[in-house]
């Protein structure tokens, strides 16, 4: 016998969704949303949100955002999202990290760079810390020129360039990415000071630039191979990236 599908009034979403106004229109920010975790052999629990923009001058009531739901298309689209550990808004002292998405790094565990190295490690930090935020910017990959302009510029390294020549021979500037939404969540979520996980001065400078509330940053070095080491020198020697002092 087919048990009848249990009614739940949408209503319940409304808390769930929180509004924030911007210069350009409104970023809608869901959650919290209970996230278990595998990290390495234990589950830890996150929070979860995903926000979305809506540019222009639009209703942005709950009944509103509910009825344009299916026709924005949004699975055609990237979305960014932030997972949360311990007590994010009120802890006295919390780490982030702003972690651009890599297709090819994150899901497929490819060793041509250390992207998925860095997701792992920066929500291991994150935990051993006790409070934190890791940023997952949908669309910042290859640097913000997107995933089918980076398989051309990964064939264009086959051939000899780096990773910055390879962006700039295909039109791009080496680093396309904004922070700016990602920014807009983070002071909706905390006020109080964070540590940023980079080796990257461009994000420390994007943060404090912005009026964010950063004290200082830590390094995040790890997982160097053949496969990548001219890609890290790279970053060190035209994206100015801090030095790690790693070896092969």
Same mark, same amino acid.
């Given at each position: 016998m087919i048990e009848a599908v249990q009614e739940i009034p949408l209503d319940s979403l409304k808390e769930k969704i929180k509004v924030v106004p911007y210069d350009k229109g409104v970023t809608y920010i869901v959650g919290p949303i209970n996230l278990p975790v595998q990290l390495d052999d234990e589950t830890v629990f996150f929070k979860w949100y995903c926000w979305l923009n809506?540019? =222009?001058? /639009?209703?942005? *009531?709950? +009944? $509103?955002i509910l009825k344009r739901l299916p026709t924005i298309q949004l699975a055609s689209q990237q979305q960014s999202s932030v997972i949360v550990y311990g007590d994010f808004? *009120?802890?006295?002292s919390a780490l982030i990290r702003m972690h651009s998405i890599? &297709? %090819? =790094?994150?899901?497929?565990? *490819?060793? !041509?760079?250390?992207? #998925?190295?860095?997701?792992?490690? *920066?929500? !291991?930090?994150?935990?051993? &810390? #006790? %409070? =934190?935020?890791? @940023?997952?910017l949908a669309n910042h990959e290859g640097r913000g020129i997107g995933l089918f302009s980076k398989a051309l510029a990964y064939l264009l390294q086959e051939e000899g360039l780096?990773? /910055?020549? $390879?962006? +700039?021979?295909?039109? @791009? $500037?080496?680093? $396309? !990415?904004?922070?700016?939404?990602?920014?807009r969540v983070l002071k909706a979520l905390r006020q109080l000071p /964070? %540590?940023?996980? %980079?080796?990257n001065p461009h994000k420390l400078e994007a943060l404090q630039d912005s009026g964010a509330n950063v004290v200082g940053r830590i390094p995040l070095w790890g997982d160097v191979s053949s496969y990548n080491q001219r890609y890290l020198e790279t970053k060190m020697e035209k994206a100015g990236h801090f030095r790690g002092g790693y070896s092969i």
């Open positions: 809506e540019e =222009g001058e /639009v209703d942005s *009531s709950f +009944e $509103a808004e *009120s802890e006295e890599c &297709h %090819t =790094g994150d899901i497929f565990g *490819s060793k !041509r760079c250390d992207c #998925g190295y860095q997701l792992k490690q *920066s929500l !291991r930090m994150i935990k051993e &810390h #006790g %409070t =934190g935020a890791l @940023f997952y780096d990773t /910055v020549d $390879a962006n +700039e021979r295909l039109g @791009f $500037a080496d680093d $396309a !990415r904004s922070y700016d939404e990602a920014l /964070v %540590t940023l996980i %980079t080796n």
